[in-house]
Every structure is written in C-alpha cells, then in structure tokens.
C-alpha cells in the first residue's frame, strides 16, 4: 500500500538554526498538510497546501515557516531561526480531495519526523 | 473558532468490558475523522463520518455521527489489549483545516 514518507526520523538542531523537514506525499494525492504534535499532546494543524499554494493556515504557522513542493514529489517544511519550543514530532500528510469537494478519503500521516531544539 | 472535546482523556478498563469515547464539537462541519496512536507512532485512519447518523464499524469498534448534537462516538465492544493506545477524533472545518481532540488515552488491563 502506498505510503507517506517523512525524512529525516529524527533531526536535532541548535537553537537558532534553520531546518527542512522532508515529506513525499502519496504519488496521486493533490493536497498536503503539516501538523506537530508537542509531545503528549495533542495533534496541531500548522498548514494546508494544494496547487502550489497554501490553502490554509493555523495561527502557529507564522512568518518562521514556510512550505514549498520544489519538485513533483517533495514538500518540505521549513523552520527559521528555531526555538526550543518548536520540539515537536512534526507529521506530512496527503489525500486525495478537497472538503469542499466532497471528500471520503482519510489524510494518511507519514511515520514524523521528531524535532530537537537544544 | 472551533473546539473539539474529547472525554474522558484517559481511561483504564478490564478486558471483556465495553466503554464510550465522546468527542464533541462547537461548530458544524462536513465530516470528522477518528485516528488511533499507539506511542511513538503515527497516526492510523480509523474511520471518515459524513453525515448526520454515520455508523461505522471495524471489528469491535463502532463510530457514529451526530450532526445535530455535534457529537461523535468511538464505542469500544468488549475490550482486548490490543485496543491500547490514544484515540483522537478530528474535525474538518469547511475552510480546510482539520482541528484535533486532545485525545484520549486508552489502558486495557488484561
């Protein structure tokens, strides 16, 4: 069964860095999304992202991050200038179809990439 | 701005025994998803609802969809241990953001 895939499992950074965390959605999906999760809690909506563009955003998602798709399969999220309250397990995922559009398919969540701050 | 509710957050149960996750929401929506994590894992689709009295059911988990109440169910018929892990719903905004419960934490004693 086709995949989400997220690389790298694990990243650790210094405080103040940049990072890129990298996602190959579902080879037929058309929309993407970036959610973290802090640990032991709950499941946070960063960004929504189809046709090359952000579809929607969360509060979260601030001047400090960005997407991009730079080629057909990648979509990466970037973090600027990372603070240690960005540790997180940050989760890709893709489907197929819009809500607006009458969607039945679940998002399928790549395995995360976990996020040190130090 | 929308609140989705999960109760009880955690829970502790005997195997054999049946149990109710509740998770309400506070503004309408188009549908809503329930997610199993086990820990240090990601998140595994459970069940899409979609309309107001949805009933789904994989072996012995049952969800179903109030849309009126805004209210969705995850029931759990006599538990075995393998059911432990956190249940999250989620709820589709119509603008495209899908927006979480805390989750609830689920303990199968056997």
């Known amino acids: 069964e086709p995949e989400v895939t997220q690389t790298p499992s694990h990243q650790v950074t210094q405080m103040g860095q940049e990072v890129i965390l990298r996602c190959v959605p579902i080879?037929?999906?058309?929309?993407f999304y970036w959610y973290r999760q802090i640990l032991g809690q709950k499941v946070e909506f960063l960004v929504s992202?189809?046709?090359?563009?952000?579809?929607?955003k969360s509060e979260i998602f601030d001047d400090q991050f960005s997407v991009e798709r730079p080629d057909g399969s990648n979509f990466t999220l970037k973090i600027r200038s990372t603070k240690l309250e960005d540790s997180a397990m940050y989760f890709c995922?893709?489907?197929?179809?819009?809500?607006?559009?009458?969607?039945?398919?679940?998002?399928?969540f790549g395995d995360g990439t976990r996020l040190s701050i130090l | 701005e929308l609140k989705v509710e999960q109760n009880p957050l955690f829970l502790s149960m005997q195997e054999g025994k049946n149990y109710t996750i509740y998770c309400n929401y506070s503004t309408t929506s188009d549908r809503l998803y329930w997610y199993r994590q086990d820990p240090g894992k990601s998140l595994e689709s459970l069940f899409v609802l979609l309309s107001n009295g949805a009933v789904k059911q994989e072996g012995r988990l049952m969800a179903s969809l109030d849309t009126k109440a805004r209210l969705s169910t995850l029931h759990i018929t006599a538990a075995v241990h393998d059911l432990s892990a956190t249940y999250f719903c989620a709820v589709d905004t119509r603008d495209d953001k899908i927006i979480f419960g805390k989750g609830t934490r689920l303990h199968i004693l056997p």
């Open positions: 080879s037929n999906h058309l929309y």
């Open positions: 995922a893709s489907t197929t179809l819009l809500s607006s559009q009458g969607k039945n398919q679940p998002q399928h």
């Open positions: 992202f189809y046709n090359n563009e952000i579809s929607e």
